[in-house]
């Protein structure tokens, strides 16, 4: 470059070498910058004299002017205007410097943008010649590889050269280039190719030749003949598949028919040889059956399509060749398979039969349901309930079911055994088909998937095409018109209406739908007769009818609540026959028949074995009645103790019928023993019809567990998995039943024991009888006992520390009326009850204590008592919650009162009670009205009544 120095940017952008060009000015123009800098500064520091001095103004004021530095003056005009204090001229000056030199800047751009505009303009026109020429030595080169290897019979690499022929994508100029013989040759070699290819396709797909089609399928997309191939290729499935599957299903008759033969002689009682018999047992198979025939049919199908449609999509998938695979193979195994289940269905006639399973399930229904063989089941003997009146064999037993009116199951449907080996058939024919439509429907995933990705890559291709003409062109795509290309290309797939593979219900899914619904009937009734045959064992218990309660925590203390609890086997056969049918409806793996399933478990379990076990617990808790039944009432041991004992124990025929004094005077300890554990015995079998009801809802809860673990391993997620969960799930509103049978069962035993409770309470605070009684001990008469008295002087109050309180009696009377209980129902049933007696007798104390005066010693002996009642209360209940008193007043009401009458008795002075109550409100633990708190404050024989009136606002 010249030594010409560069001080514009035009100047830099005319010259050959720009970017040096650049670099100078920008030198130049530092170097310029920092030369006026130091004139400024200079200027400056020579006017610092002068700008210091101060002048006086027009006002008197001082002044300071600054004088403008000699390089920014241009003439003496400017210097004595500003000193005349008019700046005006010296900005005009400045702006129109300022405009100068972004003038020059304007016009020494806008010629240096037309420079880099021709030049860019320059460089496509030579990368558009560059791209011909290649374009065209590219064509030139392909047309000849491919003839060479036409000519050597290399047909892959030929149709290979062909294939990228056609990729090229030249411009008019660059065929020009390549000149017309390249073009010829090409057009020659694709002609020849495509006819050589086609003939050779043709004789493969009609020998068979799986390794000639193997070789020459991926060759037809390159040669533009997928829509040739495709037939050709269905044409060689279709015969494949149907030599396959015939073959199978005639050698599966030939054995079937030979099978029969054999059994048919079996049967007839021909004498056979040992040898023979030997080589039937060596040539024996499994038997033939529709579900092995459907194996054969599904297997071949599902094989010939993994094995063929990667080639297909990947050779063929333009013209879509994977989805007519698809097609295909599902109408071959759909027309042999819905003929297989349509004969097998006319074979078995299992319309029919589920028309007679449905009748026999609804009389077992609507019987059960009525609650009138559970009547027959209760009425008579007390202990032919309980199943300890007499031993029965099992033989007997079993012999006694078999006699029972069954609502005709077993003369419509056959045993047990038969329809469950029908229902595994018919659920494993389900699941084989399952299988299959499970397959085909992934199968039809991928083509959806393979056909989309297809076509967007197709739009693609149509799009670099696009751009690559524009570009050829010399233009450029705006963004509007990338807008506008991508709007038309939508438009046009818009209009592409592309045909489902399958339809979302095909006939083989109507037939499994039908065959669904007679499982799901067949199933109910079977369901219903396990049911039946559990309701008719427990009508008939012996020793093996009553096992110990399983839903207890381990280690236990072994004198805990429910230590000696039992649980009947009616809940276990029940939900075990509930699970087998479900998970068998499962295993089939069709969503709609689960579903159907489950619905029908929550239903049965919710209404069938609710109503038999809510009657039991009902008879069970008759049998409990203090005095009538087992528990001992006023007299000593109940009526139907000793009824059932008497029928018993022979050593008892003496005895009289209801009257305990006799029993109790017997000296025979053996008799008394045996007596003892019977009725035990018998309180234990009497709370299992209880304990079922827990028992019940536990095992309710692992069904269900078990039945969404089984769903979550055996369904896809999807909208009718979802639908099956919802199914799944309603067998929690069967345990919310089961747990308020459960609440209502223990409601009727308080009931039942609630009138001997306030017996005792009455015995024992001497509201019956004003005479004193004495606890016996060992046949001891011990201290003399007191009834209730709070009307106490130090004497009267030393004297009832000294003696047996009513108090310490109740609490004893009542633990040998509940020990039975507590030993033997579910811990949480004991706590019910337990509270309901308490509940019971505490309302009873509140009402004896009315009837009471009070000093203040006895109020203090009113706490005393009340303290013992509430601790005697904690020492029995089992949960752990329970053992608060805060807790434990929630749970029983009517102990809270007694707690609150023992603070309000307590009070020293009365003005403590507004104190009290206002207190014990906010904490939510105050029940009385104020009424109340006046009649009990009125007992206080050293409050006058005015003042309790007037403190609590009320009038005499």
Known sequence: MSGKVIKSMSEALSTGAAEESLLQLSEYSEANAIRLAKELAESLSKSNATNSESKQGEDGNQQYPIKIPSCLQKSNNISKYHREENPLLSAKACTESILASLTKVASGGSQASSDLRALETKRKHTDSAGN??????????????????????????AARAVSDYKRVNPSERAKLIAGPHAIRAHERTMDVLQRTVLEQYENAVTEGDLKGLSELTPLLGMLDLADKGVGLYLRYSQTVLTSIMNSGLNEDEVVESKQNAQQAEEDSGARISRAEQ?????????AVTVCSKLAKIFNTAVTHLRHHLPMVAFSLGDADGDAALVQLVHVEVEKRAVELIREYLGTKQLGSFHSKARAVADLIEERYLSGEVLDE???????????????ISVTDKVAAIEMMDDCGFKAELGTFLQMNVGLDEVALLMQHTESYERFIRHAVDEVDKARELRRKQKRGDRKKRWLAQLEN???????EEAVLFDKKENEDQAKQRVQDVLPSQTQLNEIIAEVGGYLSGIERAFLLGNLQRAFYNISIPDDHSFTPITILHANRPSNA?????????????????????????????????????ANLCSDILGRVLLESMSQRAEAGSSMLRPGDGLLSGQGGLGQAAYSVMSTAQKGLTNATKGKRAGIVGNDNKEERAALKKQ???????????????EVAVDYTRRLEGKLIQEMESTFPSGKKTFQLRQCITSLSTVMEVYQNSSKEAAEQLIAIVVPRVRSIVNECAGQE?????????????VATTVQMNYHLDDEAYELAQISEGYMTRLCQH????????????????????FLGIVGGASKRLEAAIKRNQFTALGALALDSDIRYFTNFVKDRVDAEALTSSTTLYKACNPLARLAQVTHLMNVNDLEDVLDLISTSKRKNMWDFSLNDAKAFLNLRVDFEGRKVNELLQMSD
């Open 769 to 781: 009888s004003s005479t004193s009684t004495s606890f016996m001990t060992g046949g001891t008469a």
């Open 679 to 693: 009725t035990d015995e018998g309180i234990a079998r009497s709370c299992a019809s209880l304990n079922d009801l």
């Open 473 to 479: 062109e010399g233009k450029d795509a705006t963004m």
């Open 561 to 597: 609540a429910g230590c000696f609890a039992l649980q009947s086997t009616l809940v276990e056969e029940c939900l075990y026959a509930a699970q087998q049918s479900t998970l068998r409806a499962f295993a089939t793996g069709h969503s709609g028949t689960a579903s159907a399933a």
């Open 814 to 833: 009542l633990d040998e009326l509940f020990e039975p209980l507590r030993l033997h129902l579910a811990p949480a049933l004991s706590d019910a009850v």
């Open 377 to 391: 089941g209760i009425d008579g003997e007390d202990g032919g309930f309980l199943g300890i009146s007499g031993k």
């Open 132 to 157: 011909d020429l290649q374009a065209a030595l590219s064509l030139r080169q392909l047309a000849s590889f491919g003839a060479d290897a036409l000519g050597a019979r290399r047909y892959t690499d």
């Open 278 to 286: 030997r080589r039937r047992g060596e040539q024996k198979r499994s």
